[in-house]
Structures are given as C-alpha cells and as structure tokens.
C-alpha cells in the first residue's frame, strides 16, 4: 500500500513539472513571437511607404445584386503582382530569414508599384522547429502591417502552411481577422466559405462599362464539407464543383452584361472587338498546381521539351519534384494521393476554358524551387517565383527561384505576363543591397494573345 502510494506521489510529481514546463515554454514563445513581430514591424517602418502617383487607380467596391466584389476602372492598363511562399515566421528562430523574406517583398513592391499585390499562398509558416512559434495571428498582422505601410492594394489567397492543425489561428479565425480589418488597402470580399475563406473575385472595367478581365481567387486547402472543418493538407487540396460552378456563374453574368452593352450601343462593333469581351476572360490564382500541369509536363518531359499536340514550354525551370507511389518524380498538383484518378480531381480546365472559352491563365505557387509555364490547350499553366527563405536547407542562399510575377491586364481581353527573378532587375534598394544568393535564374516575357 505504501509502495503504491508512493508510486501515485511520484506519477503526480511527474504531472505537475510537465504542466509547469509546458506552461513556462507557452510563456516564452508567447512573449518571444510578440516581441519578435515588434522587431520585425520596426524594420518594417525603416522602408519608405512607395510613391504612387496622384492618378493611380483606385479599386471601387461594388454591390451589385448579389455579387459584393472591387473594380479597377481604367482604359489603360493594371499591373497585378503575384508574391507566393513567403513563408514568414514571425518567430525567434526565423527572425532573420523574415527580414530577409521581408527586404526582398518591399523591394520588389516598392520597384513595381503594381495597382495590386496578391499573396497566393504559403504567405505564414508557423511551426515551433522552424520559426519558433505557433502564433500566425501575429504574423498575419506583421505582413498587413507592411503592405499597409508601402500603401499597396492587396488581397490574400490561402496555401498549405498558412494553417495548420496546431497553429494558433485557424481558417475561421483567419477570415475574422481580415473581415474586420479597417484597412483601406486590404481587398477582401469572400464567397462560398463553406469551401475556403478566399475564393474571390476582381474587376477590370472600362469607362463603357465593359468587363474586359475577370480575376479570381480559388482556395484549395482549408475545406467545411457537411459542415465540418477538416483539411486536405497532407495530400494536397482539390478545387470543388460548386467552386468552379461559382466562378462559371461570375462568368457568365459579366458576359451577358457586356452583350447587354454591346447590343445597346449606338457605336456598332467589329466581330474582333466583340470577341474581346464576349465571353469575358478569366485568369485563376490558386495556391496549390492543377493537375493539368503535371499531366502536361510528363507529356513534354518525354519528348524532350518538344512542342506536343496539347503542350508547349514556355519559360522556366523545375527544380523541386516529388515521390509518387510507383517511385517516379512528378508535380505537386491538387487531389495528389487522395486517390483521385489525375486529370479528374477539378472540373476548373474543362468548364472555365473548353466549355466556356473564358479561361486564359491559371497561377500557382506551393513548389518553391520551380517556376515553369507551360501551354496547355490554350491556357498558360504558371509556377511562380517564389521568396521562400526558410523551408529547405540553405535555400536562403539560392536565387534561381526568387522572384514574382507580373501579369499586365488590358482593356481589350489580353494579357502580359512577365515572370521576374529578383536578382536580374535593377531595383532600387534601401537598407543595403539584396543577398544574391549563389545561383541566378533566366526570366522570359511573353504575351498572351486574344485567342
């Protein structure tokens, strides 16, 4: 009897040092990511705010029947950067790396003053091995802080890092944050979050009222199916039915608008001119790679990188492949291992592009190390550069990889798209010059044709 109850003395002893350890280790990381965000949001201040012009144009926010979404009303140009794979930390460990994440992203933002920045994905990266801290709350709010700070329109698109099972901001918690947000530069207009808390859309108009592009955001990794939460995130999110349904309704209801105006217009038009905005274009911005893009670079990969009757090399690299289950390198794409026959996980190539001829690019991060385009039955598949830091050994010292993309909208249907690496500009940096890394990368332009 006396045994066992020392044994329960013993086992209680065990308890409360493990509660009290856990507790002093919460305490510091808790106090340590708040002081680190501190530090980081100081260096931010450092940086001068861009200088846009008094004519810069400024996104309206428009209710219009059921849709709430922003225009960019202009019959020139918008410039729209696409940053992915941040990867900031916000946490003693990461420290360093972040501002070193955080000098690249100013610069780049400062240099191409774009009318707006989206952050598609991979943005946080909470994890107490890695950065040292659980909090992505408090770093959501640092990079808001710092596109607040540069006075750059923006929006977010959710990637697999960004939440997690253990991070301390959840997907719910993530819309609150941003649905209350006072800030005069945050986009956010979020539909059908029973699939996503980023699936959005915006605008280009010009003073006619036509709708020249339509770009949308799609979230593929946090998902509520039947009402409960649950993440794709091990195997790789898919892109659902209703949210390609969603995006075919927006499609539609602009086109049937621009026919309305066309048809009503005493200036007659030319088929050319109507087939610029009938049906409207669309571009997807969507953290995770389509399936297509897998399936077309197999295609290419086997011959070499000649053109095929459904794939073409645009630009780019691919350095960063993955194990399948037959122990052949492949792409990241969405539904990969779910099981999910390849090519069949998402109807968004089949609906967007072949059923409605709407669809002329999608965007992606989520591959750190590749930046490929590739041509796919006629709509641009892009990788984008990425300013990962942190999520493989000594990629900080890499180059071949960092950097954005910039995709011109125009009034009449068409696009430039320009994918940068960092290093082979020449930015204007403040605060010392830009780590180059041991490695540089080519970049191409190409223009996307009204076809």
């Known amino acids: 009897m ?18 009290i350890t856990l507790l002093i280790l919460y305490i510091f990381f808790f106090f340590s990511n708040c002081f680190i965000n501190v530090g980081l949001r100081q260096y931010i201040r450092t940086y001068s705010p861009c200088s846009y012009s008094d004519d810069r144009i400024t996104p309206k926010y428009y209710k219009d029947g059921d849709y709430r979404y922003y225009t960019f009303v202009t019959d020139n140009n918008i410039k729209v950067v696409e940053l992915t794979d941040l990867h900031i930390g ?4 990461s420290y360093k790396r972040d501002r070193k994440t955080i000098k690249e992203t100013i610069t780049i933002i400062q240099n191409e003053l774009p009318d707006l920045v989206i952050l598609n994905g991979d943005f946080l990266y909470p994890g107490i091995t890695s950065s040292g801290t ?3 709350r408090q770093t959501l709010k640092t990079i808001m802080y710092m596109m607040n700070h540069l006075g750059t329109y923006y929006t977010f698109n959710l990637g ?3 939440i997690h099972t253990f991070s301390y901001l959840h997907a719910k918690g993530f819309y609150n944050i941003l649905a209350n947000s006072k800030s005069k530069y945050l986009l956010y207009q979020p539909y059908i979050t029973n699939y996503g808390y980023t699936n959005q859309f915006f605008v280009e108009k010009n003073s006619k009222g036509l709708v020249s592009n339509i770009i949308f955001t799609i979230d593929s990794n946090e998902k509520k199916i039947n009402n409960k939460e649950f993440s794709f995130r091990k195997n790789n999110g898919i892109i659902f039915d209703e949210q390609v349904s969603w995006a075919k309704e927006i499609i539609n209801y ?12 005493i200036i007659e038009y030319t088929d050319d001119e109507r087939n610029n905005y009938l049906p409207v274009k669309s571009f997807v911005y969507t953290h995770i790679p389509v399936s297509e893009y897998a399936i077309a670079y197999e295609d290419l990969i086997h011959r070499n990188f000649a053109k095929t009757l459904t794939s073409e090399y645009v630009s780019g690299i691919w350095d960063e492949l993955v ?4 122990y052949k390198t492949q792409i990241h794409y969405n539904g990969r291992n779910t099981g999910i026959e390849i090519g069949k996980e998402d109807k968004l190539l089949e609906v967007l592009s072949t059923e409605l001829k709407s669809l002329k690019a999608v965007f992606f991060g989520g591959d750190h190390l590749n930046n490929g385009i590739i041509n796919y039955k006629g709509v641009y598949l892009c990788s984008n550069y990425s300013l990962d830091n942190i999520t493989i050994k000594d990629i900080k010292n890499y180059g071949a990889h960092r ?7 125009n009034d009449y249907g068409s696009s430039i798209i320009t994918p940068l690496n960092i290093y082979e500009q020449s930015y204007i940096v403040e605060n010392g010059k830009l780590n180059n890394g041991n490695k540089k990368g080519p970049y191409n332009s190409f223009f996307l044709p009204n076809k």
């Open 134 to 136: 659980i909090n992505n």
């Open 2 to 19: 006396i045994n066992k109850f020392k044994e329960l003395n013993l086992a209680f002893k065990i308890l409360i040092i493990t509660i």
């Open 403 to 409: 950097g954005l993309t910039v995709v011109t909208y």
């Open 254 to 265: 602009f086109t049937l608008k621009n026919q309305t105006i066309i048809d009503e217009s």
């Open 160 to 162: 697999k890092t960004d």
């Open 90 to 93: 916000g946490g003693f460990l």
């Open 323 to 326: 194990m399948n289950n037959d």
